[in-house]
C-alpha cells in the first residue's frame, strides 16, 4: 500500500486510531472522513488491520477489517 | 488329454463357480442413476456492503426431480479475508422458496473456504427435493468493500422422484 498513513510505530492492540472511510464505511467516495476506533490486529497478509469503530455501523457491527493504509494512530 | 485338463481347471478354479450377482440398480444417493442429469453451478458476484447478504450460486430443482448435492466451493477473491475469523459467513440454502429459508444442516455459518470452483470439495451429499431454490449465499459480516469477489460452486446430480428409496429421509 503506497498511501500508507502509519506512524513510525507499530500499532499495538487497543491503541486508539482514525479510520479513514465514508459515512457509509467504505473506501471511495466524496464524504471521507475519519473514524475513531480501537486497533484491534493485523492480518496475516500485513496489508489489512482489523479495528472497533467508537460508533455501530447501520448494520450493526463495530468491527471491521479495512486496509492498514486507512488508519492512523490518534 | 487336453479336454482333462480342461475339466480338471474348471473343477478346481472357484472362480469359474460362484453364482453371479445381478444388482438390479445402484443406490440413487451414491450414485446418478441412467435417467440422471448432472449439474454444475458456478458463478461470481461482488462482495456485499457489510451486513448485506448476496446470492452466489443458484439452483432450481425441475418438477418430477430430487437430487444429490456432491460438490460443494465457496472462495473469496481480494484483499481483507481471513479464513476463519468470520468476516464472512456462507450458506447454503437448501430451499431459498420457503419462508424464512431452510438451510442444508451443517451448512449454516461457514467461515472458511470448502473448496476452490476449479477444484471443489466432494461430500457425501446434500439431498434436495423437488421445485427447491437451492442457493449459496454470502452475508458480509465486517470487511470493507474494495473489488472484491465472491465464488462458488454446487454440483451434483438430478434423478426422477419415483427412484427416491423410500426410506429418503425427506
Known sequence: ?74 | MRSERLKLTMKTNPFLDVPKIEIPKLPVTNFMPAQGEDFEAHGYVALPAIAATAVVVSVLVPEGRNGIIKRIANVFVGAGFQEGQGGVIWQILQDANVAGNLVAPFFDNIVASLGSVSNPSTIDGIRIREAQLVQLIVKNVSIVVSGQLIGGRLGGYFYPVELDPEAGGF
Request: net charge negative.
Open chain 1, 1 to 74: 500500500m503506497g498511501m500508507a498513513k502509519e506512524s513510525s510505530r507499530e500499532l499495538q492492540p487497543g491503541d486508539r486510531v482514525s479510520v479513514l472511510l465514508t459515512e457509509k464505511h467504505e473506501l471511495q467516495g466524496e464524504d471521507l472522513m475519519p473514524h475513531s476506533a480501537k486497533f484491534l490486529r493485523r492480518h496475516a497478509t500485513g496489508d489489512w488491520v482489523d479495528v472497533e469503530l467508537d460508533r455501530e455501523h447501520a448494520g450493526g457491527t463495530t468491527v471491521l477489517s479495512v486496509p492498514a493504509a486507512r488508519v492512523t494512530l490518534e
